[in-house]
């Protein structure tokens, strides 16, 4: 089906859109079994046209045993039955485009579910079989191939290979998995895998998807000789030589596959487009996957990863758009995902004290946290984030308020990250945990009355969070999004272009961008002074006496 005339004549959407990402268990549960589901997002259509996004990205919605929530796809073709039907999907499809909203997918390139068929055949098919070929199977080292064929561990702890037992019974060959053991990477040097990857992305563009979040986009290709790390870590640091090459990540050979999605998306009469998880910290070696014959876009997470500190975050900006225009690209401006700890309590956290490393709750548990500062400190973040230029993300919830979850009982842990360490690493759940809706009811609206309970555990102070007490508060974070999103529609000056950097201070933060817009964001712990001939559009917290509040964010209008 056509896209509406109202988006259609976007050529350039993902240069500017507001990306509205949905992780489909927890959003909103039609069919009352605890998870959510296509429909609940269907139903829901309304509020999402209402907050004025552009877009949502679906988190994967394919057949899955669900060992990592979906990322183990047992088949890239069709709809797990507990989020619907293949009818269901198409439905939404239309009706997120009558309502002007594009959908985006995630598709899973690097690693299938164990139970995909063409694992199953690799098992059942033997040690040099050409099923076993479409994976990374290898003899184990040492005595009886006891030992895994080499150092590399597994983002969920532990060795990234996992022993297979032969049809005879006995301890046979290792298979590379850099995620759970259900989720066996394959081989992107296999032919079969180029085909079958571009003939999903065609069935799915073929149904009207507007573009894919690539998954993991940059570990597709591995060393040929599967060469050990012998203590290299990733991402690299900032000043290693660019001849030394991380054996599993961020290979250039990549690069080759996505100039091939490349040509596939291009073929299409509709602009579709991709946006990669990538996780270099880098800008060069990020960009260089947005060179114009590669993805539209990718996701910045040095952005994300940076503490709520001006130097900090001006660095981040000026780099990432400094790298970006050297290739051509939009950047993307992330706050959160299903995969770190959210931003209101991040931001909660003294910022010098937060750990280095993967920034899921893990690396802030334990610091003291000031639940209303992070909160003030996230909804500035929000204006900032929507202002500077480009494409934004929105992850479900964060225009609630929304603040991770941090005390789910280890019982009900569901994320492979907490178990694979050993209760080390408390994992993911707490950004996962449905939504509330309503205010009161058994699960805040997520699922009707009389269902199974929210598949994770929502806090008992949800409620105060929901939509519902949002509509009834004009200070609301939903109501403050809603602005934003209407403003940035309207302004010219907002989405794509460029910025100009306004010295203002060593607490504040401030750009321009023609025409005649300004954003200012106050990090210190007294008001400041807005500029002459401003008037204020939208700010993040009230103004204190005519003057922009600490830890927080406004938007300016010069004349
Ligand atoms: C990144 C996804 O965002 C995450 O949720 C998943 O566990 C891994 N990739 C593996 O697919």
Redesign the pocket.
Known sequence: MPLPASIAADRDWWRHAVVYQIYPRSFADSNGDGVGDINGIRSRLPYLAGLGIDAIWINPWYPSPMK??G?DVSDYRAIEPVFGTMADAEALLAEAHDAGIRVILDI?P??TSDQHRWFQAALAAGPGSPERDRFIFRDGRGPGGNEPPNDWMSEFGGPAWTRVTEADGRPGQWYLRL?APE?PDVNWNHPDIHAEFEQTLRFWFDRGVDGFRI??AHGLVKDADLRDLGGLTFPLPADAPEDVQHPHWDQPGVHDVFREWRSVADSYAEPKAFCG?IWVSRDHRLTAYLRPDELHTAFNFNFLQSPWRPADLRRVITSTLASHAGVGAPATWVLG???VCRPASRYARPQELVRAGFPNLHSYLGLPADPALGLRRARAAALLSLALPGAAYVYAGEELGLPEVEDIPDDARQDPMFAGTGGENVGRDGCRVPLPWTTGGESFGFSPEGSAAPWLPQSSDWGRYSAEAAEGDPASTLGLYRRALALRAELPALGDGDLAWVEAGPDVLAFTRDPGFGCWVNFGDAPVALPEGSSVLLASHDLVGGRLAPDSAAWLQFA
């Open positions: 990592d929530a990322y899973v690097n690693h995620f989720q998954d993991v998880e995902n299903h995969d």
